[in-house]
């Protein structure tokens, strides 16, 4: 934050920092589901579409499902068929 004249002044900047939107707990069902625990406030970023950078990997993954109504939402990612890919 900079101050000026007494008023204070915020703007974001860009920035190549990426920031978690949810943490995986668990696979859900052997095909390659994951249950989440979300740690952001904004929905557009766990929809289907949207790419997610998984911690350790250099590529995003695109979203192919969403499962809401549970306890905790349910996520299939591009590339994972498997319990044990999840």
């Known amino acids: 934050m900079r ?15 990426r920031l978690a939107a949810a943490r995986i707990i668990g696979p859900k069902g052997l095909s390659g589901a994951m249950r989440l625990e979300v740690l952001t406030d904004r929905d557009d970023r766990l929809i289907v ?3 997610l950078f998984v911690e350790g990997e ?5 979203i192919h499902e969403v499962e809401r109504g549970g306890r905790v939402p349910v996520v299939r990612l591009e590339g994972v068929e498997r319990r044990e890919q999840a």
Do not use: H, I
């Not at 250099?58 to 695109?62: H, L």
């Open 58 to 62: 250099e590529a995003p993954r695109t």
């Open 49 to 51: 579409g949207a790419a």
């Open 3 to 17: 101050a000026t004249a007494g008023m204070s002044s915020w703007r974001s900047s860009p920035t190549s920092d």
